[in-house]
Protein backbone atom coordinates (compact mmCIF):
# COMPACT_ATOMS: atom_id res chain seq x y z
CA UNK A 1 0.00 0.00 0.00
CA UNK A 2 0.97 3.41 -0.96
CA UNK A 3 1.65 6.39 1.68
CA UNK A 4 0.02 9.72 0.10
CA UNK A 5 1.60 12.17 2.51
CA UNK A 6 4.80 11.78 2.52
CA UNK A 7 8.03 10.07 0.51
CA UNK A 8 11.01 9.55 1.61
CA UNK A 9 13.49 12.36 0.86
CA UNK A 10 16.26 10.58 -0.53
CA UNK A 11 14.61 8.99 -3.16
CA UNK A 12 13.61 12.39 -4.61
CA UNK A 13 16.93 14.44 -3.34
CA UNK A 14 19.74 12.30 -6.00
CA UNK A 15 22.49 14.65 -5.26
CA UNK A 16 23.49 17.82 -3.09
CA UNK A 17 22.85 20.31 -6.76
CA UNK A 18 19.12 19.67 -6.38
CA UNK A 19 18.99 20.16 -2.81
CA UNK A 20 21.03 23.34 -2.92
CA UNK A 21 18.31 24.73 -5.74
CA UNK A 22 15.79 23.94 -3.24
CA UNK A 23 17.64 26.07 -0.92
CA UNK A 24 18.14 29.01 -3.05
CA UNK A 25 14.52 29.26 -4.13
CA UNK A 26 13.07 29.40 -0.32
CA UNK A 27 15.59 31.78 0.94
CA UNK A 28 14.26 34.12 -2.28
CA UNK A 29 10.73 33.48 -1.17
CA UNK A 30 9.93 31.36 -3.28
CA UNK A 31 8.48 27.54 -3.31
CA UNK A 32 9.72 24.62 -5.26
CA UNK A 33 8.25 21.56 -5.54
CA UNK A 34 8.99 18.27 -7.59
CA UNK A 35 6.23 16.60 -9.87
CA UNK A 36 4.88 14.14 -12.37
CA UNK A 37 7.12 11.28 -13.20
CA UNK A 38 10.00 11.25 -10.33
CA UNK A 39 7.16 11.84 -7.95
CA UNK A 40 4.70 8.82 -9.47
CA UNK A 41 7.76 6.65 -9.81
CA UNK A 42 9.06 7.22 -6.51
CA UNK A 43 5.82 6.21 -4.67
CA UNK A 44 5.56 3.56 -7.29
CA UNK A 45 9.11 2.12 -6.19
CA UNK A 46 10.85 3.04 -9.24
CA UNK A 47 14.10 4.38 -10.45
CA UNK A 48 14.13 7.19 -12.39
CA UNK A 49 16.83 9.20 -13.71
CA UNK A 50 14.63 12.85 -15.19
CA UNK A 51 13.60 15.36 -12.66
CA UNK A 52 10.61 17.29 -13.76
CA UNK A 53 10.56 21.21 -11.11
CA UNK A 54 7.68 23.83 -10.84
CA UNK A 55 7.92 26.79 -9.12
CA UNK A 56 5.67 29.60 -7.46
CA UNK A 57 8.24 32.12 -9.27
CA UNK A 58 7.85 33.85 -12.13
CA UNK A 59 10.79 33.16 -14.75
CA UNK A 60 12.04 36.69 -14.32
CA UNK A 61 11.97 36.37 -10.77
CA UNK A 62 13.62 33.03 -11.20
CA UNK A 63 16.54 34.32 -13.73
CA UNK A 64 16.73 36.95 -11.08
CA UNK A 65 17.05 34.97 -8.29
CA UNK A 66 20.02 32.79 -10.53
CA UNK A 67 21.87 36.09 -11.41
CA UNK A 68 21.91 36.89 -7.52
CA UNK A 69 22.98 33.55 -6.68
CA UNK A 70 25.72 33.11 -9.37
CA UNK A 71 23.95 30.59 -10.88
CA UNK A 72 23.89 30.00 -15.01
CA UNK A 73 20.27 30.21 -16.48
CA UNK A 74 18.87 30.06 -19.89
CA UNK A 75 15.09 30.10 -20.82
CA UNK A 76 14.49 27.07 -22.90
CA UNK A 77 10.65 27.22 -23.51
CA UNK A 78 9.06 30.89 -23.42
CA UNK A 79 5.58 29.22 -24.04
CA UNK A 80 5.81 26.98 -21.12
CA UNK A 81 7.06 29.24 -18.84
CA UNK A 82 10.12 26.88 -18.45
CA UNK A 83 13.73 28.02 -17.25
CA UNK A 84 17.00 25.77 -17.88
CA UNK A 85 19.28 25.99 -14.86
CA UNK A 86 22.65 24.97 -14.60
CA UNK A 87 24.23 24.05 -10.95
CA UNK A 88 28.02 22.84 -10.63
CA UNK A 89 27.62 19.89 -13.08
CA UNK A 90 23.85 19.40 -12.90
CA UNK A 91 21.17 20.89 -14.82
CA UNK A 92 17.45 21.46 -14.40
CA UNK A 93 14.30 22.50 -16.22
CA UNK A 94 12.34 24.88 -14.07
CA UNK A 95 8.66 25.22 -14.81
CA UNK A 96 6.73 28.49 -13.30
CA UNK A 97 3.08 28.23 -12.56
CA UNK A 98 2.78 31.89 -13.97
CA UNK A 99 -0.52 32.32 -15.58
CA UNK A 100 -2.56 35.42 -15.27
CA UNK A 101 -6.00 33.33 -15.30
CA UNK A 102 -4.78 32.27 -11.88
CA UNK A 103 -4.48 35.08 -10.16
CA UNK A 104 -7.11 34.67 -7.03
CA UNK A 105 -6.69 30.80 -7.31
CA UNK A 106 -4.88 28.06 -5.75
CA UNK A 107 -2.08 28.39 -8.11
CA UNK A 108 -0.78 24.86 -7.75
CA UNK A 109 -3.95 23.15 -8.12
CA UNK A 110 -4.90 24.96 -11.20
CA UNK A 111 -1.05 24.09 -12.54
CA UNK A 112 -2.35 20.00 -11.92
CA UNK A 113 -5.38 20.64 -13.53
CA UNK A 114 -3.49 21.48 -17.08
CA UNK A 115 -1.85 18.07 -16.85
CA UNK A 116 -2.54 14.88 -18.76
CA UNK A 117 -3.35 12.35 -15.84
CA UNK A 118 -4.38 11.84 -12.43
CA UNK A 119 -1.14 9.78 -11.63
CA UNK A 120 1.05 12.47 -13.44
CA UNK A 121 -0.48 15.41 -11.32
CA UNK A 122 1.50 14.88 -7.84
CA UNK A 123 3.80 17.05 -6.08
CA UNK A 124 6.31 16.70 -3.19
CA UNK A 125 8.47 19.01 -1.81
CA UNK A 126 12.41 18.55 -0.84
CA UNK A 127 11.00 17.21 2.65
CA UNK A 128 9.35 14.52 0.96
CA UNK A 129 5.88 16.21 1.92
CA UNK A 130 3.31 15.07 -0.98
CA UNK A 131 0.80 17.56 -2.53
CA UNK A 132 -2.20 15.08 -4.47
CA UNK A 133 -4.58 16.94 -5.91
CA UNK A 134 -6.67 15.00 -7.81
CA UNK A 135 -6.35 11.53 -6.36
CA UNK A 136 -3.27 10.31 -8.36
CA UNK A 137 -1.45 8.38 -5.56
CA UNK A 138 -4.91 5.88 -5.17
CA UNK A 139 -5.42 5.71 -8.75
CA UNK A 140 -1.80 4.62 -8.81
CA UNK A 141 -2.28 2.23 -6.50
CA UNK A 142 -5.04 1.08 -8.45
CA UNK A 143 -3.39 0.65 -11.57
CA UNK A 144 -6.10 3.42 -12.80
CA UNK A 145 -4.98 5.40 -15.53
CA UNK A 146 -7.57 8.41 -16.19
CA UNK A 147 -7.12 11.99 -17.28
CA UNK A 148 -7.96 15.10 -14.95
CA UNK A 149 -11.11 16.73 -15.84
CA UNK A 150 -12.55 16.45 -19.24
CA UNK A 151 -10.75 13.56 -21.13
CA UNK A 152 -11.52 15.81 -23.98
CA UNK A 153 -10.73 18.71 -23.16
CA UNK A 154 -7.25 17.65 -21.69
CA UNK A 155 -6.69 16.13 -25.16
CA UNK A 156 -7.45 19.18 -27.28
CA UNK A 157 -4.44 20.82 -25.19
CA UNK A 158 -1.79 18.10 -26.83
CA UNK A 159 -2.86 15.65 -28.92
CA UNK A 160 0.14 13.40 -28.00
CA UNK A 161 -1.57 12.95 -25.03
CA UNK A 162 -3.65 10.06 -26.35
CA UNK A 163 -0.89 7.88 -27.33
CA UNK A 164 0.74 8.72 -23.59
CA UNK A 165 -2.53 7.38 -21.71
CA UNK A 166 -1.78 4.22 -23.89
CA UNK A 167 2.10 4.82 -22.80
CA UNK A 168 1.04 4.65 -19.06
CA UNK A 169 -1.78 2.15 -19.32
CA UNK A 170 1.11 -0.20 -20.48
CA UNK A 171 3.54 0.41 -17.47
CA UNK A 172 0.73 0.96 -14.40
CA UNK A 173 -2.32 0.10 -16.01
CA UNK A 174 -4.61 -2.91 -14.51
CA UNK A 175 -7.56 -0.78 -14.93
CA UNK A 176 -8.52 1.51 -17.77
CA UNK A 177 -11.05 4.07 -17.17
CA UNK A 178 -13.33 3.88 -19.68
CA UNK A 179 -14.42 7.36 -20.37
CA UNK A 180 -10.89 8.22 -20.91
CA UNK A 181 -10.33 5.30 -23.23
CA UNK A 182 -13.57 6.21 -25.37
CA UNK A 183 -12.15 9.60 -25.58
CA UNK A 184 -8.49 8.34 -27.17
CA UNK A 185 -10.79 6.63 -29.84
CA UNK A 186 -13.10 9.46 -30.55
CA UNK A 187 -10.43 11.16 -31.58
CA UNK A 188 -7.84 9.27 -32.64
CA UNK A 189 -7.62 11.27 -36.14
CA UNK A 190 -6.24 13.70 -34.09
CA UNK A 191 -2.77 11.80 -33.92
CA UNK A 192 -2.61 12.98 -37.37
CA UNK A 193 -1.87 15.91 -36.91
CA UNK A 194 1.24 14.48 -34.23
CA UNK A 195 5.09 14.07 -36.01
CA UNK A 196 5.56 10.61 -37.04
CA UNK A 197 8.87 11.20 -34.40
CA UNK A 198 6.49 11.61 -31.32
CA UNK A 199 3.89 9.10 -31.97
CA UNK A 200 7.32 6.69 -32.42
CA UNK A 201 8.38 7.78 -29.62
CA UNK A 202 5.39 7.22 -27.76
CA UNK A 203 5.24 3.47 -29.52
CA UNK A 204 8.46 2.27 -28.52
CA UNK A 205 8.05 3.12 -25.03
CA UNK A 206 4.41 0.84 -25.09
CA UNK A 207 6.35 -1.80 -26.83
CA UNK A 208 8.84 -1.81 -23.97
CA UNK A 209 6.57 -1.63 -21.20
CA UNK A 210 5.22 -4.39 -18.68
CA UNK A 211 1.37 -4.36 -20.13
CA UNK A 212 2.62 -3.91 -23.60
CA UNK A 213 0.69 -6.88 -25.41
CA UNK A 214 -2.67 -5.78 -23.42
CA UNK A 215 -2.00 -1.83 -24.54
CA UNK A 216 -1.09 -2.99 -27.72
CA UNK A 217 -4.24 -5.23 -28.30
CA UNK A 218 -6.29 -2.03 -27.11
CA UNK A 219 -4.48 0.35 -29.92
CA UNK A 220 -4.72 -1.82 -32.37
CA UNK A 221 -8.27 -3.47 -31.51
CA UNK A 222 -9.75 0.49 -31.78
CA UNK A 223 -7.44 1.27 -34.99
CA UNK A 224 -5.77 4.36 -33.04
CA UNK A 225 -2.71 3.74 -35.41
CA UNK A 226 -4.32 2.83 -38.36
CA UNK A 227 -3.29 6.06 -40.50
CA UNK A 228 0.85 4.99 -39.79
CA UNK A 229 0.90 1.16 -39.12
CA UNK A 230 -0.77 -1.82 -40.01
CA UNK A 231 -1.57 -4.00 -36.82
CA UNK A 232 0.41 -6.43 -36.04
CA UNK A 233 0.13 -10.50 -36.56
CA UNK A 234 1.81 -11.58 -33.56
CA UNK A 235 0.90 -10.21 -30.56
CA UNK A 236 0.24 -13.85 -29.19
CA UNK A 237 4.53 -13.87 -30.02
CA UNK A 238 5.38 -11.16 -28.32
CA UNK A 239 4.05 -12.33 -24.78
CA UNK A 240 5.98 -15.00 -25.57
CA UNK A 241 9.41 -13.21 -26.15
CA UNK A 242 8.60 -11.15 -22.98
CA UNK A 243 7.60 -13.82 -20.84
CA UNK A 244 11.36 -15.83 -22.11
CA UNK A 245 12.94 -12.95 -21.87
CA UNK A 246 11.90 -12.45 -18.19
CA UNK A 247 12.61 -15.88 -17.32
CA UNK A 248 16.41 -15.82 -19.00
CA UNK A 249 17.17 -12.64 -17.52
CA UNK A 250 18.45 -10.99 -20.29
CA UNK A 251 18.52 -6.75 -21.53
CA UNK A 252 15.70 -6.19 -23.83
CA UNK A 253 15.46 -5.00 -27.47
CA UNK A 254 13.21 -3.21 -29.29
CA UNK A 255 14.28 -4.18 -32.84
CA UNK A 256 13.82 -7.50 -31.09
CA UNK A 257 10.33 -6.79 -30.11
CA UNK A 258 9.35 -5.53 -33.26
CA UNK A 259 10.74 -8.40 -34.97
CA UNK A 260 8.80 -10.97 -33.49
CA UNK A 261 5.06 -8.18 -33.01
CA UNK A 262 5.04 -7.57 -36.60
CA UNK A 263 6.96 -11.11 -38.12
CA UNK A 264 7.52 -8.80 -41.33
CA UNK A 265 9.30 -9.93 -44.52
CA UNK A 266 12.09 -7.76 -45.97
CA UNK A 267 9.91 -5.20 -47.78
CA UNK A 268 7.79 -4.79 -44.79
CA UNK A 269 10.72 -4.69 -42.27
CA UNK A 270 11.83 -1.60 -44.81
CA UNK A 271 8.71 -0.11 -44.47
CA UNK A 272 8.65 -0.31 -41.20
CA UNK A 273 12.37 0.73 -40.96
CA UNK A 274 10.89 4.01 -42.40
CA UNK A 275 8.08 4.26 -40.52
CA UNK A 276 9.19 4.01 -37.37
CA UNK A 277 12.33 6.29 -38.79
CA UNK A 278 14.68 3.94 -37.05
CA UNK A 279 18.53 4.30 -37.31
CA UNK A 280 21.42 3.02 -39.47
CA UNK A 281 22.02 0.31 -37.56
CA UNK A 282 18.37 -0.71 -35.83
CA UNK A 283 17.26 -0.34 -39.67
CA UNK A 284 20.20 -2.96 -41.21
CA UNK A 285 19.63 -5.64 -38.03
CA UNK A 286 15.58 -5.90 -38.54
CA UNK A 287 16.41 -6.48 -42.19
CA UNK A 288 19.00 -8.90 -41.40
CA UNK A 289 16.54 -10.43 -38.83
CA UNK A 290 14.37 -10.89 -42.18
CA UNK A 291 17.03 -11.97 -44.11
CA UNK A 292 18.34 -14.42 -42.07
CA UNK A 293 17.90 -18.13 -43.25
CA UNK A 294 18.39 -19.81 -39.52
CA UNK A 295 16.56 -22.86 -37.97
CA UNK A 296 16.75 -24.67 -34.90
CA UNK A 297 19.44 -26.86 -37.28
CA UNK A 298 21.96 -23.87 -37.42
CA UNK A 299 22.03 -24.08 -33.53
CA UNK A 300 22.81 -28.12 -33.07
CA UNK A 301 26.11 -27.65 -32.12
CA UNK A 302 29.48 -25.54 -32.29
CA UNK A 303 30.10 -26.00 -36.06
CA UNK A 304 26.73 -24.54 -37.11
CA UNK A 305 26.89 -22.01 -34.67
CA UNK A 306 30.13 -20.44 -35.92
CA UNK A 307 28.74 -20.23 -39.46
CA UNK A 308 25.88 -19.06 -38.43
CA UNK A 309 27.93 -16.35 -36.59
CA UNK A 310 29.92 -15.81 -39.34
CA UNK A 311 26.92 -15.10 -41.58
CA UNK A 312 25.37 -13.26 -39.31
CA UNK A 313 26.51 -11.93 -36.58
CA UNK A 314 25.81 -12.31 -32.95
CA UNK A 315 22.69 -9.62 -32.43
CA UNK A 316 20.96 -11.21 -35.30
CA UNK A 317 21.77 -14.98 -34.00
CA UNK A 318 20.44 -13.85 -30.31
CA UNK A 319 17.86 -12.93 -31.57
CA UNK A 320 16.69 -15.34 -34.38
CA UNK A 321 17.35 -17.98 -31.51
CA UNK A 322 15.33 -16.67 -29.08
CA UNK A 323 12.30 -15.97 -31.52
CA UNK A 324 13.07 -19.65 -32.52
CA UNK A 325 12.23 -20.57 -29.31
CA UNK A 326 8.95 -19.06 -27.95
CA UNK A 327 7.24 -22.05 -27.61
CA UNK A 328 9.99 -24.17 -25.93
CA UNK A 329 9.62 -24.51 -22.65
CA UNK A 330 13.30 -26.00 -21.71
CA UNK A 331 14.80 -23.13 -20.55
CA UNK A 332 18.03 -24.75 -20.03
CA UNK A 333 18.60 -25.28 -22.98
CA UNK A 334 17.84 -21.75 -24.98
CA UNK A 335 20.13 -20.50 -22.37
CA UNK A 336 23.30 -22.73 -23.16
CA UNK A 337 23.11 -21.81 -26.79
CA UNK A 338 22.49 -18.36 -25.63
CA UNK A 339 25.64 -18.57 -23.52
CA UNK A 340 27.57 -20.30 -26.38
CA UNK A 341 26.43 -16.95 -28.91
CA UNK A 342 27.57 -14.53 -26.57
CA UNK A 343 31.17 -15.90 -25.20
CA UNK A 344 31.89 -17.35 -28.57
CA UNK A 345 34.15 -15.25 -30.84
CA UNK A 346 32.78 -14.13 -33.94
CA UNK A 347 35.34 -16.33 -36.96
CA UNK A 348 37.60 -14.77 -38.96
CA UNK A 349 38.89 -15.67 -42.05
CA UNK A 350 42.43 -16.20 -41.35
CA UNK A 351 43.58 -16.21 -44.55
CA UNK A 352 45.51 -13.00 -46.85
CA UNK A 353 46.07 -12.49 -50.30
CA UNK A 354 49.70 -11.68 -49.44
CA UNK A 355 50.36 -14.76 -47.90
CA UNK A 356 49.14 -17.02 -51.12
CA UNK A 357 51.34 -14.20 -53.42
CA UNK A 358 54.23 -15.19 -50.95
CA UNK A 359 53.53 -18.92 -52.11
CA UNK A 360 53.79 -18.29 -55.83
CA UNK A 361 50.33 -17.76 -56.47
CA UNK A 362 49.64 -15.24 -59.40
CA UNK A 363 48.26 -12.29 -58.81
CA UNK A 364 45.19 -12.54 -61.22
CA UNK A 365 44.13 -15.51 -59.47
CA UNK A 366 44.03 -14.76 -55.96
CA UNK A 367 40.14 -13.46 -55.56
CA UNK A 368 39.72 -17.26 -56.89
CA UNK A 369 41.58 -18.80 -54.88
CA UNK A 370 40.37 -17.07 -51.64
CA UNK A 371 36.83 -17.73 -53.08
CA UNK A 372 36.98 -21.19 -53.15
CA UNK A 373 39.48 -21.23 -49.74
CA UNK A 374 36.71 -19.79 -47.73
CA UNK A 375 33.65 -21.83 -49.39
CA UNK A 376 35.56 -24.61 -48.01
CA UNK A 377 36.66 -22.97 -44.45
CA UNK A 378 32.61 -22.11 -44.38
CA UNK A 379 31.63 -25.92 -45.29
CA UNK A 380 34.07 -26.92 -42.42
CA UNK A 381 32.51 -24.80 -39.31
CA UNK A 382 35.07 -21.79 -39.99
CA UNK A 383 37.80 -23.35 -37.81
CA UNK A 384 40.54 -24.24 -40.10
CA UNK A 385 44.17 -22.47 -39.47
CA UNK A 386 45.42 -20.63 -41.53
CA UNK A 387 48.47 -23.55 -42.10
CA UNK A 388 45.82 -25.73 -42.85
CA UNK A 389 44.39 -23.67 -45.44
CA UNK A 390 47.65 -23.32 -46.68
CA UNK A 391 47.98 -27.09 -46.98
CA UNK A 392 44.78 -27.00 -49.09
CA UNK A 393 45.58 -24.36 -51.24
CA UNK A 394 48.42 -26.29 -52.30
CA UNK A 395 46.31 -30.15 -52.38
CA UNK A 396 44.26 -28.12 -54.19
CA UNK A 397 46.13 -25.84 -56.72
Known amino acids: MFHPEYIAPQKLITNNDILQLFQMVEKHGGVLRFVGGAVRDAIAGFNRQDIDLVTDMSPAEFSDMCMDEGIRCVPIGIQFFTTGVL ?28 RDLTINAVYADEKGNVFDYFNGIKDLEKG ?36 SLKACI ?77 APDSKRAGRLADIFKLNKQEKNTLLELTRARLSLHNFKDSVSINKSLFRYGKDVCCDKWLSLNLDNPDIVSIKNVLNTLYKINIPEFPLNGKKLISLGAEPKMIGFYMDILKKYWYEQGCCLSEQELINKYKEFF
Not at 152 to 175: K, L, V
Not at 225 to 235: E, G, N, R, T
Open 87 to 114: INNSFFKVTSLCSEEDTGKDEWKSDAAK
Open 144 to 179: VIKFIGLPQETIERDYIRIMRFFRFCAIFGRQIDKK
Open 186 to 262: DNKELLRHVSTEKIKDELFKIIMAPYAVDTLKLIFDNGILDFLVAAPSSLNNLDKLIKLVQKLNIQKSIIRRIYVLF
